[in-house]
C-alpha cells in the first residue's frame, strides 16, 4: 500500500493537474470510477497507473480486474494519498493516469465527419467538457478547441465529460482560422453560435447539411472577425424571461438539433 503522501511518485501523480506537468509527460489524470471505466472499455492500452482505496477496491473490484486484465494492476492507496493526487475535493476513491491521445483537425475531419464542435476560447473546463459529452451524445464526429481555449486533458474537463473524452476525437492547439479552413475544404458548413443570428428555427432547412458549429467565449462570445469566417450566423431564441443562456446549454441544442436533421 502506498501511504506517503509526500512520495516522488504520489507528487508526481498530483502534478498532472498542471498543463505544464501533462505537456512534459504526455500523461493526464481519469479520476472517479466511472471516467476510468470508459477509459479501459473504450481505450484501454491508454491507461498507465490506476490507484484505489480499500474502500473503493471493495465497491469497484471489477475495475481492478479489468485493468489486471489490460496490464494495469492497481495499487492501494490510502484516502488522504488519494486526496493528494485528486484534483476534487472529495475524490470517490479512484483515480488512474492515462497518456494522452491527440488526434489533429486533419485526422479528425478524415473519417468523413458530418457535425462537428469547434470552441474558440472557450475557457472554462465545465463547459468545454459539457459541450464535448454532448458532442458524443449527439453523435458528432469531433470536437475541435481552438485558439486559448482550456486544455482538453484539463481534470475539471476530462470529469465533466464522464468519459465521453474516450468516445469522441478531440484535436487542440490551432488556429480559429486554420480550423475553418480545414472544416471548409471538407464539405461542412460553419454555423456560428452568437447572440445576433437568426433564431435557430428559421434555419432548420441548412441542418441537414454537415456543419460545424463555432463556439465562442463564455463571457465575450466570438468577435466580428470571426463571425465573418462563418456561413451563417444563428441564435438559440430564449422564449422566457432568462437573461442569457449558458454556453454549454446552448451548445448543446445546437448540436442536437442538427442531429435529428441529419437523421431525418
Known sequence: MIDNPRSPRVRAVAKLAKRSARAETGLFLVEGPQAVSEALAFSAALLVDLFMTRAALDRYGELARVAAASGVEAETVTEHVLETMADTVTPQG??????????????????????????????????????????????????????????????????????????????????????????????????????????????????????????GNEAHGLTDESLALADHVVRVPIYGHAESMNLATAASVCLYESAFAQRA
Open 94 to 215: 479512484v483515480v488512474a493516469v492515462c497518456r494522452e491521445f491527440p488526434v489533429s483537425v486533419d485526422e479528425l475531419l478524415a473519417r468523413g465527419a458530418k457535425l462537428v464542435a469547434i470552441l474558440d476560447e472557450v475557457r472554462d473546463p465545465g463547459n468545454a467538457g459539457t459541450i464535448i459529452r454532448a458532442a458524443d451524445a449527439a453523435g458528432a464526429d469531433g470536437v475541435i478547441l481552438t485558439g486559448r481555449s482550456v486544455d482538453a486533458y484539463n481534470p475539471k474537463v476530462v470529469r465533466s465529460t464522464t468519459g465521453s473524452l474516450f468516445h469522441v476525437a478531440v484535436a487542440q492547439g490551432g488556429t480559429l482560422d486554420d480550423a475553418i479552413a480545414a472544416v471548409k475544404g471538407a464539405g461542412l458548413q460553419v454555423l456560428a453560435a452568437d447572440i445576433a443570428g437568426d433564431d435557430l428555427p428559421t434555419v432548420r432547412d441548412r441542418l441537414a447539411a454537415p456543419t460545424a458549429w463555432l463556439f
